[in-house]
Nanobody
Framework: VQLQASGGGLVQAGGSLRLSCAAS????????VGWFRQAPGKERELIAS????????YYVDSVKGRFTISGDNAKNAVLLQMNSLKPEDTGVYYC????????????????????WGQGTQVTVSS
């Protein structure tokens, strides 16, 4: 599975961006897709994940109510709609995928995610 992340950019606080993680080589069926964020000087962390078969989603507390993760069947992509952006959302955003089958467990450890896209920079100015 090859992942292509896109949609980052520079936005003012309170603005919105939509990130896309598109897959080539296969569909996301049976997979979970996660968005990780690496803020400056911090470790990379899972901020949202989406289980393609079932639509289960997870959000870290800091983005709940502002970010929405969803699947786009037509584009074979997972989208991350980011609203009410804050300066602390600044960072490099990576998408990753792992086969999950019927499991609904959330994989917080990035070593459990097999496939990774390139990062996309999100910068939120105050």
């Amino acid at each position: 599975v090859q992942l292509q992340a896109s949609g980052g950019g520079l936005v003012q606080a309170g603005g919105s961006l939509r990130l896309s993680c598109a897959a080539s080589g296969r569909t996301f069926s049976g997979y979970a897709v996660g968005w990780f964020r690496q803020a400056p000087g911090k470790e990379r962390e899972l901020i949202a994940s989406y289980r393609w078969s079932g639509g289960n989603s997870y959000y870290v507390d800091s983005v709940k109510g502002r970010f929405t993760i969803s699947g786009d069947n037509a584009k074979n992509a997972v989208l991350l709609q980011m609203n009410s952006l804050k300066p602390e959302d600044t960072g490099v955003y990576y998408c990753a995928a792992k086969y999950t089958g019927f499991s609904t467990n959330i994989a917080f450890d990035e070593s459990l995610w097999r496939y990774w896209g390139q990062g996309t920079q999100v910068t939120v100015s105050s």
